[in-house]
Structure formats: C-alpha cells, structure tokens
Antibody, heavy 116, light 107 residues
C-alpha cells in the first residue's frame, strides 16, 4: 500500500539547520510530484514547497524562499526538505504529500520546534 | 496568490444533520479544488478532488460541488466520526493555498 514516512524533526535553536526526509513506498516514486505542507501549533495548513516528478521544477512559499530547499532522490525513493536559518515561526508539524489531484496521500508528519 | 476563504470557521451540529461548508476563491480556479478532513493529532485525510470527485474509500455521505470561485462540501447525514476540522485547497497554481478551516463540533 502507499506509504509516506517523514523523519528528521526535532528541537533546534534559531538560526540552525535541519533536514527532513520523507520515504515513499508502494508506488512508482519517479512518476509523481511531491510537496511539503506545515501546520503551526493550533493553526491551519500552510503549503511550503513542491518538486516536480523529475526534480526539474521547484516552487516555494515566500515565507521560506531562500532558506528552504526541496529535493528528491529517486534511487532512495526519498523526498527531502533542507531547512536553513530556522526561525521561531518555522515551528510546526511538517507533512509530505504526493501531489495528485491536490494531494492524495500524506505522511504522518514530523514536528520541528525552533526555540532557544 | 489565490486566497481561499472558508466559512463558517466553526459550527455545531448533531448526529444525522446535514452540514454544508463553503469555500470562495478570490479568482477563478476552474474545478481544481480539494477538500480534506483532519482530526486532532492526525494528518489531513483527502476527501474530495476536482471539486466533486470522491477519493477512494470515502463514504458517499460526503459530496462536493462548485466551479470557478464558489465551492461547497456537504455531509448529508453527520456521523460521530465526522467531527473534525475541514479544509479546502486550490491546486490550480502555485503557491497552493488552503482555506482557514471549519471545525465541526458536537451540539
């Protein structure tokens, strides 16, 4: 069955970096685009970034542009989110999702807490 | 960016009630709208795509309608497991954007 499993979250001080991973299984990874969405505590959903099926196109939310980088490794069926210069306002649960018809499969999420 | 305005932000309803949630886009998005259900501590669950198509495994009491700028999610007969927060999303262009959410609570 289709599965997306995120990892890499944790507690980091402001200004530091963190890399999130999302391992996909149960389908042909290289056929789909993927995106990251985050949800701050008690808040709604915020789209973060998307990467095309072949990695050639990437788009970012203005709030993370220049600080976050989305990438993928088809040999490992893995999606990444490199997060640099983290801010307190980046604190959230981060979800990866397969971009098909808006997002047909989502992972369980990984919590990132930015705090001194 | 396309803004999605969802209403109401919360509602109270009883089991068996018909519930309607609306979502309005500030520009046309054709039918590129999805709806998600989220329960506390869980990831969003896809319900509807292309404004009116049911995701696999979603009960038929859920339905979606609309095109252009105005969209609706309807639950025909609210069940105990339907108490949750619902989000609309447009996926016609980046950045993808979500509505602010509608929390459906027990009356």
């Amino acid at each position: 069955q289709v599965q997306l499993v995120e990892s890499g979250g944790g507690v980091v001080p402001p200004g530091r970096s963190l890399r999130l991973s999302c391992v996909a299984s149960g389908f042909t990874f290289g056929t789909y685009a993927f995106y990251w969405v985050r949800q701050a505590p008690g808040k709604g959903l915020e789209w973060v970034a998307v990467i095309s099926f072949d990695g050639s196109n990437k788009y970012y939310a203005d709030s993370v542009k220049g600080r976050f980088t989305i990438s993928r490794d088809s040999s490992k069926n893995t999606l990444y989110l490199q997060m640099n210069s983290l801010r307190v306002e980046d604190t959230a649960v981060y979800y990866c999702a397969r971009e098909w018809n808006g997002g047909d499969y989502w992972g369980q999420g990984t919590l990132v807490t930015v705090s001194s | 960016d396309i803004q999605m305005t969802q209403s109401p932000s919360s509602l109270s309803a009883s089991v068996g009630d018909r519930v309607t949630i609306t979502c309005r886009a500030n520009q046309g998005v054709s039918d590129y709208v999805a709806w998600f259900q989220q329960k506390p501590g869980k990831s969003p669950k896809p319900l509807i795509y292309a404004a009116s198509s049911l995701q696999s495994g979603v009960p038929s009491r859920f339905s979606g309608s609309g095109s252009g700028t105005d969209f609706t999610l309807t639950i025909s007969s609210l069940q105990p497991e339907d108490f949750a927060t619902y989000y609309c999303q447009q996926y016609t262009s980046y950045p993808l954007t979500f509505g602010g959410g509608t929390k459906v609570e027990i009356k």
